[in-house]
C-alpha cells in the first residue's frame, strides 16, 4: 500500500531569544501582551509580519538596561541551586530563527507605541489616490527645467536629413571646420544617444534616427 502524501505545511521551528532590555520595557511590554490575552512573542511576530524590516528598524531602539538594573531571580540548577541571583532584566521570546535582538527590541517597542497611539499603520488601497510628496516639488521643477533646456539646445532634425559629412558632424555637435577623430565621434554619440533616445525622458525618435546616419555616414569610406 503505497504511502499517503500529507498536504500540511511543514513545520516552522522556533529558537528562543533573550532580549535584554530596561525593566520597565520589560514591564510594560508584559503587561501588554496580558492585557491583549496574547505573549510576548506574538506582539513581536504581528509587528515583523505586517511591517517591512525598513520600516521597523526606524523605530529607535530602546536599547539594553541601564547601568544598575538589574532583576533577582533564582538559579535553577547548579551547585547553587536554589541561591538568588541579580541579573539583567530580560525578555524570553520564541520566533522563527534569523531575527536580530535589536530587530525584536524595535518590533516591542513598536507594539507600544501603537497601543498608546504614539504611532498609527495606515492602511490603503492601492487604488487609493497617493498624495504628492511635497518634498519632491523642487526636484519636479528641476526635472522640468532641465528637460526644457535639453529641447532648447538640442540640434533641429535636418529636413532632407543627413546627406553629407558637415551635416554629419552638425548633427553630432561639432564646430564648422572641426576634424574629430573616431573616438571623438563615437564619444560625443554615446553622450547625445543617451540624452534623446526613445527611452529617455528627453528622447526624441527623429534626432535619434539622425544621430544613427550621422555615426554611419562618419563611419564610412570615403
Known sequence: MDAEVSDLPEQTY???YTIPCASMFR???TELATRKRSNVADLAR???LLLPEEVVRKMPDPGGPPVGDREQTM?????SQGRPWRRKPRLQVRLPPGYETSIVRRALALA???DRDERAIQVRSPNDPVEPDPRLGPLTEEVERLHAAVAALAFRPLSAGVRTRSEALHVLGFAPGELPDRDAIRARFRGLATVHHPDSSTGNHLRMSQLNAA???LNSPR
Not at 75 to 79: A, R, T
Request: aromatic letters at 0%; a neutral charge.
Open 112 to 114: 507600544l507605541a501603537l
Open 46 to 48: 504581528s509587528i515583523l
Open 75 to 79: 538559579l535553577k540548577s547548579g551547585p
Open 14 to 16: 522556533k529558537v528562543s
Open 215 to 217: 555615426l554611419a555616414l
Open 27 to 29: 514591564d510594560e511590554v
